[in-house]
């Protein structure tokens, strides 16, 4: 499958079950705005039938490599990001990963438990990339759990494999030249923002400045009844260019590791 068909696909989910996101969009774009995505993110653990490496590989397929190593170290996570060669507007894909034995055996024993109810003909499928929860049946006690230890190991449990975020590269935006004016713009709007660490994270000394919207709420069905908790957000990224004059490309782990507060219970 070509790129642009997997990221169409991905962006069906997303911005149907995040209204926002497609609010946003539709925002910059009836201003008459081309909107670019800088990357588009996904979580996942290192167990070795979901980890980083399974989930690249529909994007390695399309021809995408391999370009950025991250290590988080209080989130416990391990990051690699991706880019497809000769296509700048081709959105970078950062695959985050939770370092399962670094928790508790209670978390690793219930993120473990739910893969093993996976079909293993979709643990080697394409679509798991966009297949989202994996359980038929989530538990909000066990959700509230995980909560405790792990923002990102609750999220994973509730939400499954999908796109966490996309991002619109600021780069690309004529009438915003900063991002401080993007948020700007967008809290006029009535988007609250991500204020972990600042509104922005990162300075043009680091090449790169990320915001981001708070995650939407949404509906999610559990055993005990729906609940309402964080689902997926709307990010924003502005790159600097390095001293041979090429645009920056890469991350921040400093900066990432705030923006993975989007999501958080607030």
Same mark, same amino acid.
């Given at each position: ?17 995040? #209204?926002?996101?497609? =609010? ?5 774009? %009836?201003? $008459?705005?081309?909107?670019?995505? *800088? ?9 070795? =039938? ?7 590989? #529909? ?14 170290? &209080?989130?416990?996570? =391990? ?7 000769? *296509? ?30 996976? #079909? ?43 796109? %966490? ?12 030249? !900063?991002?401080?004016?993007? %948020? ?7 988007? #609250? ?7 922005? !994270? ?15 709420? &949404? ?7 729906? !609940? ?25 782990? $400093? ?12």
């Amino acid at each position: 499958m070509k790129a642009s068909e997997i990221f169409s696909k991905l962006w069906d989910q997303y911005s149907r079950e995040n #209204p926002s996101a497609e =609010r946003i969009f539709n925002l910059f774009q %009836n201003s $008459g705005e081309k909107v670019v995505n *800088d990357h588009v993110a996904f979580r996942t653990c290192n167990d070795p =039938r979901v980890n980083i490496d399974v989930l690249a590989r #529909p994007f390695l397929e399309a021809g995408y490599v391999p370009a950025g190593e991250y290590y988080f170290e &209080v989130k416990k996570l =391990r990051a690699r990001h991706f880019e497809l060669p000769g *296509d700048p507007e081709s959105p970078r894909v950062f695959i985050s990963e939770l370092i399962l034995e670094e928790f508790s055996q209670g978390l690793q024993d219930t993120l473990r438990k739910q893969l093993d109810e996976v #079909p293993e003909e979709l643990l080697f499928s394409p679509d798991l990339i966009h297949h989202g929860s994996l359980s038929s049946s989530l538990s909000y006690g066990v959700y509230e759990s995980l909560r405790e230890e792990s923002e990102y190991a609750a999220w994973l449990y509730a939400f499954g494999f999908r796109a %966490n975020h996309f991002t619109v590269s600021v780069n690309y935006l004529t009438a915003f030249d !900063k991002l401080e004016a993007v %948020n700007a713009f967008l809290k006029e709007k009535g988007y #609250p923002l991500n204020n972990s660490g600042g509104e922005i !994270k990162g300075t043009p000394e680091q090449l790169l400045e990320q915001s981001s919207t708070l995650a939407d709420r &949404v509906e999610v069905s559990f055993s005990e009844g729906v !609940k309402i908790i964080p689902g997926c957000y709307y990010e924003f990224a502005l790159r600097y260019p390095q001293k041979d004059g090429q645009i920056f490309s890469g991350f921040i782990a $400093g900066s990432a590791d705030k923006i993975f507060e989007s999501t958080d219970y607030r």
